[in-house]
């Protein structure tokens, strides 16, 4: 119950600050329409922005200013997957939440889910590596940082929030269909996207790998009653591990909650050689104060708001639309 209130409440935000952000888009196309500040949190909508500013901090110490936002989403995302596991995939993510929605909602229309067997399902995961594997390559190898500067001076990267906006709002029907057949899929297999595509939830996975926190089973605890394993959204046999080091884990501690046995299975933080148990409460309350430490020390610092004029918007949203890769 808890974890829902928290997901319903980061959508809510989510939804909250796409309407501002699409009302200050609409004060430089729709003549007369009042100014609303741009809420600088959209750029959590430009992950490779995030990767590539990244990159280009490494090897410069420099924070590009047009979309510094997305460096920080970059950051707290990636850093609370290393401290915490993937629960920033099953607390905060909206595209979990309404992931989790679609898969529910046919749950009770069907009576069920269904799944595929063990070896499609490993050949269909790889895609999200692969894809990750490609954005490494693109941006980590093949982009020097001289080039990435010519990038972030472009009107195509300067106007990349709004681009993005209009994928939403001015949908082609190529994207359509793909969201129709993927939320489709969603109704009847848990997690398509997630679990077979997204590049960024590959990459917070593998990070989740060297987190000191693990949900851990007592066996001497546990009465086998595998209420764990048919629980979980990510599919994992939680009965048959002793820790859950699996990169699907997003760490939504509803084997947990669903465990009659108390102490068989519990979320723990590694201390030296041994796991020690902490309260499930702790746990969103520590992801969401440490997500949120890094964007108040952005904002501190000065490195949160794009540094893009007002005039410069005014010349290039009308034109987004036109505005190709350089
Ligand atoms: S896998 Fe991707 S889309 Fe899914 S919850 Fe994680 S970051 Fe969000
Ligand atoms: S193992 Fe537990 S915490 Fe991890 S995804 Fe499954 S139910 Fe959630
Ligand atoms: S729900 Fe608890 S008791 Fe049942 S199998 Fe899982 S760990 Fe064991």
């Known amino acids: 119950?808890?974890?829902?209130?928290?997901?319903?409440?980061?959508?809510?935000?989510?939804?909250?600050?796409?309407?501002?952000?699409?009302q200050f888009v609409l004060h430089f196309e729709a003549p007369g329409h009042p100014f609303v500040g741009r809420p600088p949190s959209v750029d959590a909508f430009l992950p490779i922005a995030g990767f590539m500013s990244f990159?280009?901090?490494?090897?410069?110490?420099?924070?590009?200013?047009?979309?510094?936002?997305?460096?920080v989403m970059f950051v707290a995302i990636t850093g609370v997957s290393l401290l915490l596991?993937?629960?920033?995939?099953?607390?905060?993510?909206?595209?979990g939440t309404i992931s989790q929605y679609l898969w529910m909602a046919g749950e009770r229309v069907f009576g069920r889910n269904f799944r595929v067997e063990k070896y499609t399902d490993i050949a269909l995961r790889s895609a999200k590596y692969m894809l990750m594997a490609l954005f490494i390559l693109l941006i980590g190898f093949a982009m020097a940082p001289n080039m990435?500067?010519?990038?972030?001076?472009?009107?195509?990267?300067?106007?990349?929030?709004v681009k993005t906006m209009k994928f939403f709002t001015e949908m082609s029907s190529a994207a359509m269909w793909f969201l129709v057949v993927t939320g489709g899929l969603s109704l009847i297999y848990k997690n398509v996207w997630c679990r077979y595509l997204c590049p960024y939830g590959a990459l917070?996975?593998?990070?989740?790998?060297?987190?000191?926190?693990?949900?851990?089973?007592?066996d001497s605890r546990c009465k086998h009653c595998r209420a764990c394993t048919a629980h979980c959204?990510?599919?994992l046999d939680v009965e048959k591990s002793s820790v859950v080091s699996s990169p699907e884990c997003f760490s939504c501690l509803t084997c947990v909650s669903h465990c009659p046995e108390a102490g068989a299975l519990a979320v723990t933080v590694r201390a030296g050689k041994v796991r020690r148990p902490f309260s499930p409460f702790l746990y969103p309350a520590?992801?969401?104060?440490?997500?949120?430490?890094?964007?108040?020390?952005?904002?501190?610092?000065?490195?949160w708001h794009s540094q893009i004029p007002y005039e410069e918007y005014q010349r290039i949203i009308p034109v987004s639309q036109q505005l190709g890769h350089p």
């Open 55 to 71: 990159k280009y901090f490494l090897f410069t110490g420099i924070i590009e200013p047009m979309h510094p936002a997305a460096l």
């Open 85 to 95: 596991k993937k629960g920033f995939c099953g607390w905060i993510c909206p595209i």
């Open 233 to 235: 959204p990510c599919l």
């Open 286 to 303: 520590i992801l969401i104060i440490v997500f949120y430490l890094v964007i108040g020390a952005a904002m501190i610092g000065g490195k």
């Open 204 to 218: 917070l996975g593998l990070f989740s790998k060297v987190s000191p926190v693990k949900i851990q089973r007592d």
């Open 148 to 161: 990435m500067v010519l990038f972030f001076l472009s009107d195509y990267y300067k106007a990349a929030d």
């Open 1 to 22: 119950m808890l974890r829902y209130g928290v997901q319903a409440a980061f959508l809510l935000l989510t939804v909250f600050i796409g309407y501002r952000f699409y």
